[in-house]
């Protein structure tokens, strides 16, 4: 998903120099990390059905889905990993019902990417799960984090950048390749090469990473090579 020059979530008030500047780098949103948890279904004895929280036993449980693509190591990780095909997405799912999605360019796909995984869980599970009722929308997710990436159409001075910014831009060329450009207020951090290639990361939702690009523009765009 990439944001388009008549995204109605665009940053409003732009000049039409700096808009443009900003459409020449518009970042591809290419990861949504999302959570949820599910809960399960039983039968009460007045005849309606109530949710309940859950355990699972793990070990079991990994038995009848690494079969099935799944990945599990107790000694590394509490979580079974399973990766979906089509679409795409990787998820995470943990013995108390928690669900962590990452991969999935829209939350919408995450969500269908969970009702697949639900639903395969269900083929194995001796009990029916789901996420709470009335809530099978997005409205059930939580995002944690969307990460998007994009590239200015030139290069950039990152010791330039870090001395004329030394408050909100971390630059250690001998640990990493890229300075962190963090602004104060903004949600999301810039993750900027020399070659003018970025990633934007820690904004939960699209809106918020145009808000980080728009502020980073600014401040890069002064130290071009």
Same mark, same amino acid.
């Given at each position: 998903?990439?944001?388009?020059? +008549?995204?109605?979530?665009?940053? $409003?008030?732009?000049?039409?120099?700096?808009?443009?500047?900003?459409?020449?780098?518009?970042?591809?949103?290419?990861?949504?990390?999302? %959570?949820?948890?599910?809960?399960?279904?039983? +039968?009460?004895?007045? @005849?309606?059905?109530? +949710?309940?929280?859950?355990?699972? %036993?793990?070990?079991?449980? $990994?038995?009848k889905m690494i079969p099935l693509g799944a990945e599990?190591?107790?000694?590394?990780?509490?979580?079974? %990993?399973i990766t979906m095909r089509n679409p795409r997405g990787s998820v995470l799912y943990y013995g108390?019902?928690?669900?962590?999605?990452?991969?999935?360019?829209?939350?919408?796909?995450?969500?269908?990417?969970?009702?697949?995984?639900?639903?395969?869980?269900?083929?194995?599970?001796?009990?029916?799960? @789901?996420?709470?009722?009335?809530?099978?929308?997005?409205?059930?997710? #939580?995002?944690?984090?969307?990460?998007?990436?994009?590239?200015?159409?030139?290069?950039? %001075?990152?010791? =330039?950048?870090?001395? =004329?910014?030394?408050?909100?831009?971390?630059?250690? !060329?001998?640990?990493?390749? @890229?300075?962190?450009? #963090?602004?104060? @207020?903004?949600?999301?951090?810039?993750?900027?090469? =020399?070659?003018?290639?970025?990633?934007?990361?820690?904004?939960?939702? !699209?809106?918020?990473?145009?808000?980080?690009?728009?502020?980073?523009?600014?401040?890069?765009?002064?130290?071009?090579?």
């Amino acid at each position: 998903m990439s944001v388009a020059c +008549d995204d109605p979530n665009a940053p $409003a008030k732009l000049s039409k120099e700096i808009f443009k500047q900003l459409i020449e780098c518009t970042p591809d949103i290419h990861n949504h990390v999302v %959570n949820c948890r599910t809960v399960m279904y039983n +039968d009460s004895p007045d @005849g309606t059905q109530r +949710d309940e929280q859950y355990l699972v %036993n793990m070990m079991d449980l $990994a038995m009848k889905m690494i079969p099935l693509g799944a990945e599990y190591n107790s000694k590394k990780f509490t979580a079974i %990993n399973i990766t979906m095909r089509n679409p795409r997405g990787s998820v995470l799912y943990y013995g108390d019902g928690k669900i962590l999605c990452t991969g999935c360019k829209t939350t919408a796909i995450s969500l269908f990417v969970i009702m697949k995984l639900i639903s395969l869980l269900n083929s194995v599970l001796p009990f029916t799960i @789901g996420l709470p009722r009335g809530l099978e929308t997005q409205s059930t997710l #939580k995002v944690q984090n969307v990460v998007a990436s994009g590239e200015f159409k030139f290069k950039v %001075n990152l010791s =330039r950048l870090h001395a =004329r910014n030394p408050m909100c831009c971390d630059y250690e !060329p001998k640990e990493f390749p @890229g300075a962190a450009l #963090k602004i104060p @207020g903004q949600q999301a951090t810039m993750l900027i090469f =020399r070659t003018g290639k970025f990633v934007l990361t820690g904004g939960s939702s !699209p809106i918020l990473l145009w808000e980080c690009l728009h502020a980073c523009n600014p401040k890069v765009s002064e130290c071009r090579e």
